[in-house]
């Protein structure tokens, strides 16, 4: 069988992967702040990751996932503050609806799926051994790690220390001894969630809830730790710096790996340009699978270029692989060259064509069986086909009902008859009152 080969981020280097215990695989994948919708970039790594561990689970007996929710941090305090809502209904809708989502792009629940909220004496732990290390100190009410006191801080970014403040510089917050220092805890501004501490009532910073977690879940040192490349600096040099201090144990995580940008239709993603996709909205339009193939298409650490017609083309081809696996008669088994595609370090890209030239050669079987551990073909023809007749294009709905009132403006009976007609042929039922058309469902 192949050898599982990983670019390890730490030193840049693809080596074999060799597990601490072939028993028991654990990987920690940094998880999602829970205050809004999740759009196609936080869908990468979810993706990405869960290929990992369905190669992982072929090869070795059990592998412990664990992803976390953010479900403590400013931009959710401030969500709550301006909805009036209580945090707690923001995380929980958010933690569900980002959990459906996944869910529906085929992404398996993780085996532990902590929230910050529920692992603070952890973090309060770590934040005590920092400090009575000397790598950690109080001033004002907060507690900040002493970056200069680990020699080995911006290892993994491979960034140079003037990098490293380069951000820090502008505003320096004057409790800092150093310009790198960050925030492990701090205090809560009157009406925030607030918890007892040796260092008064506060919070915790961000980056502490990771190493705590990830402690909690998979032990002070384990095989896999992953996320988006915006997370190497400076929330994984952080969570490194703290869980290696806090016990001056050698490991942490064993080999890091990152997933790399994702841009859509050429452009950065931002909500300035007004181009945010979240997946909620895709999922209305395309089945969650096409969504994942679309994703897996290129290799997960190059940049990635979102486009319809990459989704449209995803679509297509699942089409056209679902009716090859159709006519398979026999049990399967895991192509020998798409599985050596996937152990190099997760060569999507090539396993994928390696699916097509078993298309072609009409081995519906081995088809099925080896797209499986991408997360596709896992369903059949019938049911990806329904989706398709399901899917209704509400912008032409939308159209046809404004044609219709105008006809009925007009007193074209007729005319109105034959789009209420049409409009029922596409699956949809209208209701009337004598102004027009005031709702319309799927029928
Ligand atoms: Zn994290």
């Known amino acids: 069988m192949a050898q599982l080969k990983l670019t390890n981020s730490m030193g840049r280097r693809k080596a074999v992967f060799e597990p601490l215990d072939p028993a028991n695989v654990g990987i920690y994948v940094c998880g999602p702040t829970v205050y809004n919708y999740a759009h196609i970039g936080n869908a990468r790594p979810a993706v990405v990751f869960d290929v990992l561990r369905r190669v992982l689970m072929h090869v070795y007996p059990k592998v412990t996932y664990v992803s976390n929710f953010t479900d403590i941090d400013d931009k959710i305090i401030n969500a709550a503050l301006e909805s009036g809502q209580p945090i707690e209904s923001i995380t929980n809708k958010f933690a569900d609806i980002y959990n459906a989502d996944m869910k529906a792009l085929g992404v398996l629940p993780p085996d532990h799926q902590p929230r910050a909220t529920e692992t603070v004496p952890e973090m309060i732990a770590i934040i005590e051994n920092l400090i009575a290390r000397g790598h950690a100190y109080v001033a004002e009410g907060h507690v900040l790690f002493d970056v200069p006191s680990f020699k080995d801080y911006g290892k993994l970014s491979g960034r140079s220390r003037d990098e490293q403040i380069a951000g820090a510089r502008v505003d320096v917050a004057p409790y800092k001894r150093d310009p790198a220092d960050y925030v492990l805890w701090k205090p809560s501004p009157p009406g925030y969630p607030t918890w007892d501490s040796p260092w008064g009532a506060g919070r915790p910073g961000w980056h502490i809830e990771c190493s705590a977690m990830a402690e909690k879940h998979l032990g002070l040192n384990f095989d896999i730790h992953g996320g988006g490349l915006d997370l190497t600096f400076p929330h994984h040099e952080n969570e490194i710096a703290q869980s290696v201090c806090a016990y001056e144990h050698a490991g942490f995580a064993r080999v890091w790996m990152h997933n790399g940008f994702l841009a859509v239709e050429g452009e950065k993603m931002s909500k300035s340009i007004g181009n945010v996709l979240l997946v909620n ?80 050669a009409g081995n519906g079987a081995d088809l099925k069986v080896s797209a499986q551990m991408l997360g596709l073909l896992g369903g059949d023809l019938k049911t990806w086909s329904a989706w398709f007749t399901k899917a209704i294009d509400t912008a032409a709905v939308d159209s046809l009902i404004t044609q219709r009132n105008a006809a009925r403006s007009a007193k074209n009976w ?22 027009g058309t005031t709702s319309w469902s799927a029928t």
């Open 281 to 360: 909205d895709l999922l209305k339009h395309a089945p969650g699978e096409a969504i994942r193939f679309a994703l897996l298409s290129s290799h997960y650490r190059q940049p990635f270029d979102w486009t319809q017609h990459g989704l449209e083309e995803a679509t297509t081809t699942l089409t056209r692989f679902y009716t090859v696996a159709d006519t398979a008669t026999a049990p399967g088994k895991v192509d020998p060259e798409f599985f050596d595609a996937l152990c190099d370090d997760l060569n999507t890209p090539l396993a994928i064509a390696r699916l097509h030239a078993l298309a072609k």
């Open 414 to 435: 007729a005319e109105s008859d034959r789009i209420r007609d049409q409009l029922a042929a596409l699956g949809v039922a209208i209701k009337d009152n004598k102004d």
